[in-house]
């Protein structure tokens, strides 16, 4: 099930009452103004990309806009490709490095990143506390041998704001994609740190729950 119909089906679980939906979707392009989902009684639209990916806007559905926003969207695609195996140089869909994973994404909603961590880790606003991350966040570490500069980037799914402990999905040359903990001891001592492109999220981060802290 595609990204959009698996949204929708959400939408209509919660009784937003969308009954059958069309679509209107205009391409996501580096120059695209924004693409438009219309479904029976309600428009959302999403703005690409010049202020970051920003929050959906639901007419008629305070309920389903105080929940959905782009970066869970971003992360839910992320997510589909969990398992695909590591390739050097792969940028999807098929394999992926980490620069490749990051890039596919987020060229998903409308965004075109280099297709490197180092020239990555220059875009958007850079997080300095971790306190301050927020899914969808560009995560960025050393490489193996754990010296100099990037060499490694992954995408923040979850965040303890108490602690600044964070998961992140990203492509692992071991593993292929796979969701990690910052505390891990080689991701712990590789840390650089992080870059926003998306819009501020309106809605905080939540704690992580106890028992999936790893410290």
């Known amino acids: 099930m595609s990204l959009m119909r698996r949204t929708i089906a959400v939408l209509v679980a919660l009784g937003c009452g969308c009954g059958a939906w069309s679509q209107e979707v205009s391409q996501a392009s580096p120059a695209a ?33 105080s929940m959905l926003d782009s970066a869970d969207l971003l992360i839910e695609e992320a997510k589909q490709h969990l398992g695909k195996p590591y390739r050097y140089g792969g ?6 490095d980490c620069a490749g994973f990051a890039r596919y994404v987020y ?12 020239p990555q880790s220059r875009l958007g606003r850079s997080i300095n506390d971790r306190k301050q ?13 754990g010296k100099g500069g990037v060499g490694h980037t992954g995408i923040v799914t979850e965040v ?5 402990v964070f998961r992140f999905i990203h492509a692992a040359t071991s593993t292929g994609v796979i969701i990690s903990y910052s505390t891990e001891p080689y991701y712990a001592k ?11 999220r309106q809605k905080p981060e939540d704690p992580l729950p106890a028992r999936r802290r790893k410290q």
């Open 133 to 145: 991350l927020q899914r969808g966040d560009l995560v960025f570490f050393q490489g193996r041998s």
């Open 91 to 96: 940028k999807g869909p098929k394999v992926f």
């Open 107 to 118: 060229m998903k909603f409308g965004f075109t990143l280099p297709g490197g961590s180092v």
């Open 33 to 65: 103004a924004s693409s438009v989902w219309q479904t029976g009684n309600f428009l959302s639209t999403i703005l690409l990309p010049a202020d970051g990916l920003q929050r959906f806007h639901f007419r008629g559905a305070d309920l389903i806009e």
């Open 160 to 164: 303890d704001t108490a602690t600044g």
């Open 190 to 200: 590789r840390y650089l740190g992080a870059r926003r492109l998306l819009g501020d």
